[in-house]
Structures are given as structure tokens and as C-alpha cells.
């Protein structure tokens, strides 16, 4: 996307879980969220049939964090091996986050064995064509 959400400039209330008190600059909807996680589908799909990408929970990636490859001009999103790397991606932000931690581009990190109610993780299968 090109915008900071796969929908758009602003994020509201339909379309993610957040903490509105800390919006992004581009915000003018504000509207009262959820102090906790919220069900799976709470949330409208992306164009990739994606629910919940922003907000609700951080979700961990297969990638290994490595802050010079983000830093990389020319990489989007860098494949770090996560066997060779002391901390894992986080992306989406979570119920916690401010609306700015929620936007496409975020990405977090922490070590894999840390256990909080602001993580989660996505199941996705990847689906080979030859």
C-alpha cells in the first residue's frame, strides 16, 4: 500500500482496535476502542482476506529482526533468518498501540520466548504453483 493503511489515510474505529488517545497525525475520526483483545473478524478484511491488520494484537512474524536490512534503502520487507537472530518481527500493533503503531509500515521486535497480551500471530499457508 501507499497509504499508512491498507485502506487509506485514516484509521477508525471499524477498522482496527487501537488506543485513540495517541492518533496519528493524519486522524480526525477519533472514537473510544477496546482495552483488550477483541474476537478474530472484529475487524474488516484487507484485499488479501486478511482480518484484523491493524490493531487488536502485535503479530509475530517468521522474520528474524535485523535493524540495519529495515534500514536498507530499496527493501521493503527484508527477509531476516530467524534461526541467526535474537529477536523476532512483530507487525499490526496491538489494543495498546497508538494509531501511528498500528499503520502498514510498523514494524516491532522482541525476543521470541516474551509472552504479553498484546501478542498474537497469524497462521498463513502459502499455496506453490509450478
Known sequence: TLTPFWFGDELIHVHGNCKWDEPY?????????????????????????????????????????????????????????YLNSSSRVARGGSWASGSRNCRSSIRYYDAPESRANIFGFRIVLLLWTD
Do not use: Q
Not at 66 to 73: G, L, V, W
Open 25 to 81: 497525525p493524519y486522524i480526525t475520526s477519533m472514537t473510544s476502542a477496546y482495552p483488550k483483545t477483541m474476537e478474530v473478524g472484529s475487524y474488516e478484511a484487507n484485499d488479501f482476506g486478511l482480518f484484523d491488520t491493524h490493531g487488536n494484537v502485535w503479530e509475530w512474524c517468521l522474520d528474524g529482526w535485523d535493524r540495519e536490512a529495515y534500514r536498507k534503502e530499496g527493501r521493503t520487507d527484508p527477509f531476516v533468518d
